[in-house]
């Protein structure tokens, strides 16, 4: 198929060097969840799985962990959680020297890791659910494991301030990468791995050593008009932060009617100053029970 031939041809190709498997085997029927981050964030991964399964018990599930190194201590704690929620758990090594030729100025790979998800699942999957580490799922995912595509290469949610968004990478609708819907076999098939590779190569020759924007833009102005822009409670944009009394505070909607809640500002669930507020208290109440719970 094309999707092999495609892995094989950029500087990411070989970026997962091994992939260790954790729990139950993956069966056919399986709906397949991504998440990425550096060996430190793998807590707040898994309490993003733990938080899918709270609300999809009874839904199979397949999770892969994209890090840059893993312990024996976290390896054990993903071990019990794959227990608990009685899932496959694939932790996909990576190698950052690999990611070398798209680092900007900050030399975080971390922020390109999610390039891999689609290549890496593409032989078990014809979709998959990207997600950030900073999230909090509380419904259903049947909606979004049924979708009809219709043809698009992702289901998205619109971001934060679109239009200004829009008019600043000239692109005909913005989108928030925190949660994609990924078409797996029709990205693979246009050859979007490489595409995006391609971009944000050519990226870091534009802007030199400054820090620009990571991979948000490149997949926004590579996707542009080959998006399916669905309801803002997939991944609904959670403000903890608190203004300055000068400052217009910012306006959430009730947590109870989203489905996949997106803690996108400086504050997130497990900083200490955010313990009182109740979707929090919800958050931390999962976490008490989890492998992670000290």
């Not at 094989?8 to 260790?20: G, K, P, Q, R, W």
């Not at 840059?68 to 019990?80: I, R, S, V």
């Amino acid at each position: 198929m094309k999707y092999k031939e495609t892995f094989m041809s950029n500087v990411l190709s070989h970026a997962v060097t091994d992939t260790i498997h954790l729990g139950r085997k993956a069966e056919k029927e399986d709906f397949h969840i991504a998440l990425t981050g550096t060996e430190d964030y793998i807590p707040h991964m898994g309490m993003v799985a733990l938080t899918v399964h709270a609300h999809n018990g009874d839904m199979p599930i397949c999770y892969h962990f994209f890090v840059n190194h893993l312990t024996d201590e976290e390896k054990g704690k993903l071990e019990k959680a794959a227990q608990i929620m009685q899932s496959p758990l694939e932790v996909h090594l990576i190698d950052d020297s690999a990611f070398k030729p798209l680092l900007l100025s900050d030399g975080v790979a971390a922020f390109f890791y999610r390039f891999l998800v689609a290549p890496t699942v593409a032989p078990v999957t014809d979709r998959v659910l990207y997600l950030d580490g900073d999230m909090m799922c509380r419904g259903s995912l049947d909606y979004l494991r049924n979708l009809d595509f219709k043809g698009h290469d992702v289901a998205v949610v619109s971001d934060r301030k679109e239009e200004l968004q829009m008019k600043r990478v000239h692109t005909k609708r913005y989108f928030n990468a925190g949660m994609m819907l990924i078409n797996v076999k029709q990205w693979m098939e246009e050859g979007l791995f490489d595409d995006i590779v391609r971009r944000a190569e050519e990226n870091v020759k534009r802007v030199g050593n400054r820090l620009s924007h990571h991979d948000q833009d490149i997949h926004n102005e590579m996707l542009d008009g080959k998006c399916l822009f669905i309801e803002k409670k997939y991944n609904y944009l959670y403000n903890l932060d608190r203004q300055s009394l000068f400052k217009k505070q910012p306006v959430n909607e009730d947590y109870h009617r989203q489905v996949i809640i997106h803690f996108a500002g400086h504050a997130k669930p497990w900083h200490s100053w955010v313990q009182s507020w109740p979707v929090v208290q919800e958050y931390a109440a999962i976490q008490k029970k989890s492998p992670w719970k000290d």
